[in-house]
């Protein structure tokens, strides 16, 4: 179909890019603090679609949805309460107490968030990708077009851009290019159902099985009674050695003492992949203009914090934005959300760093994973590692974190 050019159907003062958890969570923010029809929200993809996840949401993320009334009731989209993280190396097996977060559809949980920004007055626009292309006055004109071929070029107060990693919305500005690490590896993830993966390589409700061998880690968990999610990162180098990404977790969870699929069960299992995960931008910010979420920049998620790092910045950046529209101060708010994104999730993501380093020693995994399963020091000491993923991202409301907002 030839492109044509269409005039929008009303005006948005606000638009975000990418409907995951970042971009849904920051359309529901804008639209609650600037009102009904503010806020325009467009997805690249058909809705509703599968992404690449290990589909946990950990405690942190949990009480961000709640907090912030991003979904009516999380805990009715039918998740599974998580209770331990059981962490495999070659021959050892420690057990580490992980309680307060969900193992939960990344399909269920994305859906339930656009739900919650459409009710609260945000527009929705699936198939529809956005290129931002230049600022102009106090606005950005972005051009966006649907699937169909239909082309518009609208002008926006503030955009907020979460459109993943590899997201092409800010190709043409160079100042945000995007630096791959030259470790990074690969992420991999299957919903499936039960009965293709072994009892060995799945552990029982509630409890992320994690597989750590040469060349990534996998990991495994029951979403329901029939379905379960499969995840992992993996290094691109040993992916062509072992014949392909279903061949090397097959290898990592067999040297943990666990065949992963059943038999013939790989050839069943459709497992979808990202780019390389480790990433960072040279900048994530200009007058407006405001990215979050994974489009900001990445680190492999061992710790299970992907999704939390996306809504915490996505709400974060909302409100930031929101005030910026309403005291004129969008000048500031480039340097404002720098810094804050640096407090709010850059310094979970140094850490993060530091188990990305550490998984690709299996032998000091194994060496670790033995310290916990002996020692109650070890042990005490691993669950305080994980009680610490559950502390909150967003250290109050709004109002209460004004003051390192943009100023008045």
């Known amino acids: 179909m030839r492109s044509r050019h269409i005039p929008a159907a009303r005006d948005a003062r606000v638009l975000v890019i990418g409907a995951g958890p970042a971009g849904a969570s920051a359309a529901a923010a804008v639209a609650r603090a600037l009102g009904a029809d503010s806020t325009l929200l467009v997805e690249r993809s058909a809705w ?19 907090r912030h009334g991003l979904v009516a009731d999380i805990r009715k989209l039918g998740g599974v309460p998580l209770r331990e993280i059981e962490i495999r190396c070659r021959g050892a097996a420690a057990h580490v107490r992980h309680t307060g977060g969900l193992a939960l559809a990344r399909a ?4 339930a968030l656009v739900a919650g920004a459409i009710e609260l007055g945000a527009r929705f626009e699936p198939e529809t990708s956005a290129s931002v292309l230049r600022r102009e006055g106090d606005g950005w004109i972005v051009r966006l077009t649907h699937r169909l071929g239909l082309v518009r070029e609208e002008r926006f107060g503030l955009v907020l851009v979460a459109d993943g990693i590899g997201g092409l919305s800010l190709d043409g500005f160079e100042e945000m290019g995007t630096r791959i690490s030259r470790s990074a590896w690969m992420g991999m993830s299957a919903v499936v159902g039960t009965e293709l993966i072994t009892p060995r390589a799945l552990g029982e409700p509630g409890v992320v099985r994690m597989h750590v061998g040469r060349g990534g880690y996998v990991g ?4 329901d009674e029939r379905r379960a999610a499969v995840a992992g990162a993996l290094d691109p180098h040993e992916v062509r050695k072992n014949g392909g990404p279903a061949q090397l977790m097959e290898r990592i969870a067999a040297s943990c003492g666990n065949g992963l699929a059943q ?18 931008r040279d900048r994530i910010a200009l007058p407006g203009l405001l990215v979050v979420g994974d489009s900001a920049g990445y680190v492999e998620p061992f710790t299970g914090e992907g999704m939390t790092w996306a809504i915490a910045s996505g709400v974060r950046a909302a409100q930031l934005g929101a005030e910026g529209l309403q005291t004129g101060a969008m000048e500031e708010l480039a340097s404002a959300w720098t810094a804050e994104h640096a407090r709010i999730v850059g310094r979970r993501q ?4 530091g188990f990305r380093a550490f998984v690709r020693r299996p032998l000091l995994v194994e060496g670790a994973v033995h310290a916990i399963s002996r020692f109650e020091l070890a042990s005490r000491c691993a669950e305080l590692v994980a009680r610490t993923m559950g502390v909150e991202y967003l250290d109050g409301t709004a109002s209460e974190t004004r003051g390192a907002g943009v100023p008045a």
């Open 48 to 66: 509703p679609r599968a992404k690449v996840c290990g589909c946990c949401l950990g405690k942190a993320g949990v009480s961000l949805i709640e």
């Open 108 to 111: 269920s949980l994305d859906a």
């Open 220 to 223: 495994t968990v029951r979403l």
């Open 263 to 280: 038999t013939r069960g790989s050839e069943r299992i459709r497992f979808t992949g990202t780019a390389l995960l480790t990433r960072r």
């Open 350 to 353: 140094r850490t993060c760093r």
